[in-house]
């Protein structure tokens, strides 16, 4: 897996994300999202590349909510592309 998404992210985690019998660690990326065409959430990026990114400006919660949100699509992701 490869990870990328936004230029000035830097990684302040992971999440476990459990497909089937199989656990994926998912990276959470954080960066400032304010002023710029980017939004909040799990992404894609090219053939091998998603994370999940978060906007550093965001209170807590709203970050919680994010992660939350994007670890359902990430499993989503994960279940159609490498268990289908």
């Known amino acids: 897996m490869r990870v990328s998404g936004h230029p000035e992210g830097r990684i302040v985690g992971h999440v ?20 710029t065409s980017i939004e ?13 990114l978060v906007d550093s400006g965001a209170a807590e919660s709203q970050q919680r909510a994010i992660i939350e949100r994007a670890s359902e699509e990430a499993a989503k992701f994960i279940s159609r592309k490498f268990l289908n």
């Open 16 to 35: 476990q994300v459990k497909v089937a019998s199989r656990v994926y660690a998912v990276p959470i990326q954080e960066a400032p999202l304010a002023g």
């Open 40 to 52: 909040a959430g799990f992404f894609t990026e090219g053939k091998d590349g998603f994370g999940i």
